[in-house]
């Protein structure tokens, strides 16, 4: 056991710390809208690039780092610390990107790859669907195929960055006659046609960060689908493998920071001498702590074994639950500022909300611990 | 030893509901929401009918009926969030019928009563009030302080700054006054703010309930992997915990609203403990409505929102779950100490 | 509304508790076996018997004074109070009597309640089986008759008093070819027969409140047989409707004063000043005034309706849980006297762990709640 | 950065684990229990593999290993309630290698070190221990009491008396001495104590860890309604819960054993967190199992509540969750004001 960074490990954090400080992102444009805040975030990306720190978990061939793991999560937790935007393109840079290196073709390979590191071409994912919720397998979105192009009619939801995304990973069903995961393939789905109407989606916070897709007879050439025609399943699953990895390292340090600004609150109101507060704020703190010790430890069985286990639902899991429990009580520390219309405070409560059910429910996680963790037996259901 | 409300009270409770079915529902509140401004159609409906003066004393022009009573419009308004600042008006009507003079209660309680003035009650520090609820609207306007008791002026007489809060239903101000701003509230202070608590706890009770209901329906028609969600234990035991904690929040409310009415010398304690219940049931029942909706419930177009946000405000209001229990743990040692001695 | 009680209630109530303060039970047998325990619980209910006090809700015609459920709650609240033991055949009174006026024979009736009221027959309860657990349709326990008796085979477990009981509640199966819940039959066991073994079960308190009972060509006369062959569902049910409306008062009342006792430790040791103990406690008592008000409302609802809902599955969880975080932070503010073997208080810690599995698990009272009281779909498993 | 254990420690692991499946089976230590006695026999053969010297220093007969070699001891003896005065001893071998003087060290260690003497480790109030795990057995007795600090005694010198806990698996005394019994420790008690804090810790995680497989291994078995229990996700998800609550105690405690060895400057603030998280999760994991396992959980032949009894007492010992997040808190204000001067 060895809980400190290694000598390479310490002089990657430091050059990255260190050329995060001398270039800092240009200022976050006020009430801009999502067109401007995007700009504003593709301008950081090429920044990012030009320096080679767009994606320093690429391998060194596709213009990457070939960090290790750890190197990537160090990376992240910088990008955190230093509360920076992320890459505009970055579904692209974690999900399209290695979706791609592992299943794409040499064709494929050469022609995404590199605007997908420059941020010249945006990416989304188009997984989800309004029927289907956490349920792949009962994806409803249909592609049949006319010509060497296919058809693709359907509804998407929770789209991110949708409008102003070149290409999207889609997922839609090319067989309906094979049980239900094995009739779906991947593909990358130009999003500038009229076939994709983008319609955003308001979340509680005021905010669309998400958006739904209405797909009428959109059309994708057959040279666009990825690993296969059938092959979906398998290929989603790849994305779906990378979607939480690296992330994780920054929000876990977004939590910390919180975790410190509402600490710093309770010293400046006198707080943290009430034993009430004092305990809960410490709770939050072993809790933030559990989180990052459970992260690297994740990753050093990434390390030792190759794949992350199943146990990264915990972190997710912890995580969320723990963001949640610390906006609420940053309402009886912090005071109204936080229960203020438009405050960052505000947001922070609102936002929270989300995050026991974005990126897998936490019931969802409970299943996926119980049944892949403990190894107890899936429920099955009558209809 | 009965629960039941009376036949009156039941009727009161029964043409509540059935008109905010009607004049106040989800696309209506949301409108106003979003506009960020009052219903006044429907407040001056409600003053027709005569409900912010439904606790007030029949010769300052209200309905002198009880708490009991005006707990029930509360918890059937809070149940639509409706964009009326009822809550605010009678919180400061309550406030100077218990600790105004005659005087200030014949000068101020009619308007308040007939709805003709809208009133507030902030409570202030160093003649500060933040997020006043109704602050920005109200003609009349209540500052409680602790340590300096309250005092009441009009509108012209403080500061007033619109301050929105997360929940647009409802407008929200910052009001500062100088020191030597309006008059003394020299009365009881104490039993106004614990009738206070047991209306804003109603409030809660009545955002816990459509919390739940909007959820049971939910999970009842959304389907996954073949079967309504509402079918798995993670979501039915969800809103087993959420009926829980709104009965809790409903059960001491209900015994603060007859304690006020019959058994004052309990009403500090049934108040403390009704808001310390309702405030903890607020923020989880609502909470649990958004998670047990899945991604949908994060949407804007949900309308499960504009209760998590009722309730975040109304959970803080005239002081939070801790504050109650503080409270609440004073009058435990006081009873030990009266006990002992 | 109207949470005072009425002037009669008061006087029932005044009646009792003077007849309690004036008629205290014998010194508890220290040290005292189970059988001891049990003729001292006997001898107090002789006494309660002969003031007339022993099953004050029965009806007059058999020897009850008539109470309205209100005066039945006050009297267990009032038996609670005066920290007096239960009478000794308190399952007899509160189930098996009822369950006989409502489904027994005049015969039955004239030959069973007398002796149940006097204490003179103890009454016990065989109706879980080690392999059922909650199912009660899936009760393997068979009776099959023979001439004018019935040969019952089978196990039933947790069936406390078994060892003074002379009769036996017995659910069996009478028929394996109708649906589960149809074949089932409920009779009275004599106890007093080889054919019944009685095995102790001790639990974690180190004591054994409940016995495991194996049956062997145990032989119960035809004439035992209680609302007819194949009813015992429904009879069974009586039985269970009249489980939990009384005793919870008294539960309910014995947690009041367990947290009267944890509030006076705390003050003594002066950790009602710490704002985290006086936190904890706030919510303990707030949560145990819940439970009394939602008793009483559930109560009310009995009186207006005729029966009581489902909503006193609520009533129970909460007592349950309530108990069982009282107890554990009895450790934290009691100190170590808590954890000393034989304590009245470590007691109280294990023993409150039984609380949320004895008389349906808090699973299965959430199951109810949902099902019952929200009207949500039941959960239908596929083997 | 690495979380693995080395090659060394992993063999130390499976060695104890196959050692105590076979020397610590669940009816020996129930027997035991029972009988209200130490197995002397398992204590013997600890001894002779050295286990109560792991982490003293070799010129005093120890084996010089780590924090972490210790806290895997503790943690496989945990997991088994083994019936010896294990910990116990190695509290006040701890104790006694930070805070007393070179000659203590050898006049004291050698014996604990070879099990030829035990040890135990009580915190006092005006002079008396209660419950000191392993007094009543212990050669060797520190008594440590806040504001004046620690002092270390033979069995001799103190008055001891029999003070069973509802843990039947070891001892317990009340150990009180007068005010100038023993002689005093005077080197680094705080340290000492923080590694005692991170050998319970592991005791806690070892409990948890085997509350829950017992837990998994039921409710896969146990079937109701045609299918296993642990389908249901009323059960599944509090088995999941078990493992999260689990995995925060563990992941701070190796963290916490880890900072003993190679970073003690943060030793105070991870020895505080992992007490904190270890003790809750032991009470909630345990308790959580004995509920999983329904009717059969409350039986004393089910043997889960050993793990149960053994959580209260050890979640108690040297100072229960809340004080230790009191001083984490003290710790978070203090860098703090470090940061802002």
Known sequence: MDLTFSEREAAFRDELRGWLEENPPDPKPENGDEAALSEWRRAWQRRLYDAGWAAPSWPTEYGGRGCTPTESAIYFEEIGRARVPLAANVLGLLLGGPTLMAWGTDEQKERYLPPILSGEEIWCQGFSEPEAGSDLAGLKTRAVKDGDEWVVNGQKVWTSGAQVSKWCMLVARTDTDVPKHKGL??????????????????????????????????????????????????????????????????????????????????????????????????????????????????LSDVERYGQPGPEGSLVKWLWSETNQRLTQLSVDIVGTDVLKAGSDWSYELLRARGNTIEGGTTEVLKNIVAERVLGLPRLKVAA | MDFGLTDDQ?????????????????????????????????????????????????????????????????????????????????????????????????????????????????????????????????????????????????????????????????????????????????????????????????????????????????????????????????????????????????????YAAWAADADPERLAEAAAMAKAAASDAGREVTASAIQAHGGIGFTWEADVHWLYKRAQLDAALLGAAKHHRARLAGVLAERLSAHVS
């Not at chain 1, 007879?217 to 666009?224: E, G, K, L």
């Not at chain 1, 010293?267 to 459970?294: F, Q, T």
């Not at chain 2, 409108?31 to 407040?43: I, K, T």
């Not at chain 2, 008791?149 to 009001?175: F, H, K, L, N, Y």
């Open chain 2, 10 to 254: 039941r009727e009161i409770q029964r043409t509540a509901r059935e008109l905010l079915a009607e004049r106040a529902r989800p696309e209506r509140v949301r409108e106003h929401a979003e506009a960020g401004r009052s219903d006044e159609q429907l407040w001056r409906e409600l003053c027709e009918l005569g409900w912010p003066g439904i606790a007030v004393a029949e010769r300052h022009g209200g309905q002198g009926l009880g708490s009991i009573e005006l707990s029930i419009l509360c918890e059937e308004l809070g149940s639509t969030v409706a964009a009326v600042p009822f809550l605010p008006s009678v919180l400061a009507s309550t406030l100077i019928e218990h600790a105004g003079s005659p005087e200030q209660h014949e000068r101020l309680l009619p308007a308040l009563a007939s709805g003709e003035s809208k009133g507030a009650l902030g409570v202030a520090v160093e003649g500060v009030a933040e997020l006043v609820v109704g602050g920005s609207e109200a003609d009349v306007i209540v500052l409680v302080e602790e340590d300096s008791g309250a005092r009441v002026m009009s509108a012209a007489q403080a500061e007033i700054g619109a301050s929105p809060s997360i929940d647009p239903t409802r407008s929200c101000a910052r009001v500062s006054a100088p020191a030597d701003g309006g008059e003394p509230l020299e009365g009881e202070v104490a039993a106004g703010m614990d009738r206070a608590l047991v209306a804003v706890s109603s409030e809660l009770v009545g955002v816990c309930d459509r919390a739940l209901k909007m959820t049971v329906a939910y999970v009842k028609e959304r389907r996954q992997f073949g079967v309504p969600v509402g079918s798995y234990q993670a979501v039915s035991h969800r809103c087993a915990q959420m009926l829980l904690e709104t009965e809790q929040a409903r059960s001491t409310t209900a």
């Open chain 1, 185 to 298: 393939t991947y593909f990358l789905m130009d999003m500038e046609q009229d076939a994709v109407q983008v319609r955003p989606l308001r979340q509680i916070t005021g905010e669309a960060e998400f958006n739904e897709l209405f797909i009428e007879d959109a059309r994708i050439p057959d040279a666009n689908v990825v690993g296969g025609v059938g092959n979906g399943w398998q290929v989603a699953l790849t994305t779906l493998m990378n979607e939480r990895a690296g992330l994780g390292f920054a929000l876990q340090i977004r939590l910390r920071q919180l975790l410190d600004d509402v600490i710093e609150a309770a010293e400046r109101r006198g707080l943290l001498e009430d034993p009430l507060y004092a305990d809960a704020l410490a709770d939050l703190h072993m809790r933030c702590e559990s989180i990052r010790l459970l992260a690297w430890k994740g």
